[in-house]
């Protein structure tokens, strides 16, 4: 579903992606961690077109994501992007925040989306709350909504940004419960986390990346449990 190879980007004179190589399968879930600074969050901004990069190839569905402005429209109505600052439209009402994208950018009609964005907040846990403004919303509420407001536009993948890093503690654990479900139901996920359980628990491979270079990938229990890299090593005794 997404490949890159060899993905190099820099921010003026400095090297931010080194020379990244990653695969996602249809169905998998992917969480990315490694230090602040490392790129992990520029990588994913690459994935849908965020942010422009210098050399390499990312491709999903088999269509570059380059700067033709086509192909960027297309790979942002495919892939979905939860950040940690929810982004919610602060003006507007819970289910017209999710009605948003399928009604202007992808010009559906108006009640199939209004249906469907209800089906999607009651899935998420907050059918009542259509009509509150996000402000009247706790974090946990505002980032169910922001994935609501992703799954909307009917994305083949959704690229997570440390999406509970913002929460108080105690509203993690809606935020990734709903992840999971998605996750079971298996949707295509790249997800950059410091969520260890949810990595050990949901993840089919964990990337551990580093100064910008992926330097450690595998199944979780490998990865997490029994590290090769001492810089993986490292990282993992300072956040556990
Ligand atoms: P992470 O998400 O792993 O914390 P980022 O991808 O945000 O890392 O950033 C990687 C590096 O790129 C950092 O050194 C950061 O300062 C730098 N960086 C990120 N965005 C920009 C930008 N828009 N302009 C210049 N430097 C940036
Ligand atoms: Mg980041």
Redesign the pocket.
Known sequence: MITIEALHKK??E?P?LKGVDLRVERGEVICLI??????????LRCINGLEHYDDGIVEVLGTPVDRDKKSIHEIRTQVSMVFQRFNLFPHRSVLENVMEGPLHVQKRPLAQVREEAQALLDKVGLGHRGDAYPQQLSGGQQQRVAIARALAMKPKAILF?EPTSALDPELVGEVLKVMRNLAAEGMTMVV?THEMGFAREVADKVCF?HDGRLVESGPPEQVLGAPEHPRTREFLRRIL
């Not at 490694?34 to 990588?43: A, I, R």
């Open positions: 921010f003026g400095t931010v490694g230090p602040s600074g490392s790129g992990k969050s520029t990588l940004d950059v990346l």
